[in-house]
C-alpha cells in the first residue's frame, strides 16, 4: 500500500493531502524508463568496450592465427626466392660459363604468369581479403613457373655436360707419334719451303719425322671417314670426324690399321708412319680441320705434355724450315 503524502498549506494553516494526477504517474514512469534506457545503453557500450563475446573472441583469435601463419608463409617465400635467385646467379655465372652457353634472359627468369583474368574465380567468390589473398596467389604463381624453368635449366645443362664429357674424349689433344723427347716436330704451321718446289707455300699441318713404321694413334675419339691410297700428294691417308667440328688428317702413311665407318678412340692405333705421296722423307703430315678451316694443331698437344714441353713444341714449330 502506497504512502499518502501531505503538505501545509499556510493559507489554511492545515496539512492538506497530495494528490497525485495521471499524467504525473505516466511522466515519473517514462522519466524512470529513459533513465533505465539510457543507463543499459551505456552499460552496453562499456561492455563492448572492455569485454567481448564468445563469438568475437573466437574470431578475434581465428584472425590472429591467420595473420600469424600468412606472415609464416610470407617469411618461407621470401627465403624460397631468396635461394632461387642464387641458384639463378650460379646457373648464368658459372655453370653456363663452363659450358660456354648463353644466360637464360631476365625476361625469361622474371616468369609472367598473365593478369587478373587467371584469378577470376576468385574475383568471382566476393572474399574479404581479395587484395591479400591475390597478392599471394600471385607470388606463388610466379615462383613455381621460377622454379620450372630452373629445372628446365638444369636439364639443359646435365645435356650440356653430357656434351662435354664426349666433346672432352673427341676434340684433338695428343701428340699422333710418340714423342717423349720431343726431337720428332720437324715443321710447323704455316708458310714453309716446300720440299719439291722450293718455293714458300702454305703448309696447312705440322711434320713429324719418324722411322718407316712408327706406330700412328689417333688423336681424339671418332668415326674414320677416309682411307684411301695415291702416288702424289698426301699419300696413303686417313680423316677422321670427331663431332664437334673438328676433323684429323693423317698422311704419308706406309699402311692402315683401320678401315672406314669405324670407331676409334684417342691413343688407338690407326696406322703407320711411311713415306709415301709427295715426301721427301719418312714422316707423319697431320692436319686438324675446325669447321672447314685448317687450324694450327700445335695449339692442341696438351693432354700429353706439360706446359714446360708444350713451350718447346710451339718454338719447334715456330721455325720457318722446309716441310716434309
Known amino acids: 500500500m502506497s504512502k499518502i503524502k501531505y503538505y501545509y498549506d499556510t493559507e489554511t494553516c492545515k496539512y492538506e493531502r497530495i494528490r497525485v494526477s495521471k499524467w504525473d504517474v505516466f511522466l515519473n514512469v517514462l522519466g524512470f524508463l529513459s533513465l533505465v534506457l539510457v543507463a543499459g545503453i551505456c552499460?552496453?557500450?562499456?561492455?563492448?568496450?572492455?569485454?567481448?563475446?564468445?563469438?568475437?573472441?573466437?574470431?578475434?583469435?581465428?584472425?590472429?592465427?591467420?595473420?600469424?601463419?600468412?606472415?609464416?608463409?610470407?617469411?618461407?617465400m621470401e627465403r624460397a626466392h631468396t635461394m632461387l635467385e642464387s641458384l639463378q646467379d650460379r646457373d648464368n655465372h658459372v655453370y653456363r660459363t663452363i659450358f660456354e652457353a648463353e644466360p637464360i634472359p631476365v625476361s625469361v627468369r622474371n616468369a609472367g604468369v598473365g593478369g587478373v583474368e587467371r584469378y577470376k574465380e576468385l574475383l568471382e567468390d566476393g572474399l574479404e581479403r581479395e587484395e591479400l589473398i591475390l597478392n599471394t596467389r600471385e607470388k606463388v604463381d610466379k615462383l613455381k613457373r621460377q622454379l620450372y624453368i630452373q629445372t628446365k635449366s638444369y636439364d639443359d645443362l646435365l645435356n650440356m655436360a653430357e656434351d662435354k664429357t664426349e666433346m672432352l674424349a673427341s676434340i684433338p689433344a695428343i701428340q699422333p707419334v710418340s714423342n717423349k723427347e720431343l726431337r720428332r716436330l720437324a715443321s710447323g704451321f704455316g708458310m714453309r719451303m716446300h720440299p719439291i718446289y722450293k718455293v714458300k707455300m702454305m703448309h696447312p699441318g705440322v711434320d713429324f719425322s719418324a722411322p718407316q713404321g712408327?706406330?700412328?694413334?689417333?688423336?681424339?675419339?671418332?668415326?674414320?671417314?677416309?682411307?684411301?691410297?695415291?702416288?702424289?700428294?698426301?699419300?696413303?691417308?686417313?680423316?677422321i670426324d670427331h663431332g664437334f667440328g673438328y676433323v684429323t688428317k693423317y698422311a704419308h702413311m706406309s699402311d692402315f690399321n683401320v678401315k672406314v665407318g669405324q670407331t676409334v678412340e684417342r691413343g688407338q692405333c690407326i696406322g703407320y708412319v711411311g713415306n709415301s705421296g709427295t715426301?721427301?722423307?719418312?714422316?707423319?703430315?697431320?692436319?686438324?680441320?675446325?669447321d672447314s678451316q685448317k687450324v694450327n694443331p700445335i695449339h692442341f698437344f696438351y693432354q700429353d705434355i706439360t706446359s714446360e714441353e708444350y713451350e718447346i713444341l710451339v718454338q719447334l714449330a715456330s721455325i720457318e724450315n722446309q716441310s716434309l
Open 43 to 76: 552499460l552496453i557500450i562499456v561492455f563492448d568496450s572492455y569485454f567481448e563475446s564468445p563469438k568475437a573472441a573466437r574470431l578475434k583469435k581465428e584472425n590472429e592465427e591467420l595473420q600469424f601463419y600468412y606472415d609464416m608463409l610470407s617469411k618461407d
Open 214 to 239: 712408327t706406330p700412328i694413334y689417333a688423336t681424339g675419339a671418332g668415326k674414320v671417314i677416309t682411307v684411301k691410297s695415291s702416288f702424289t700428294g698426301y699419300g696413303k691417308q686417313v680423316e
Open 279 to 290: 715426301s721427301t722423307a719418312p714422316h707423319l703430315h697431320y692436319e686438324i680441320i675446325k
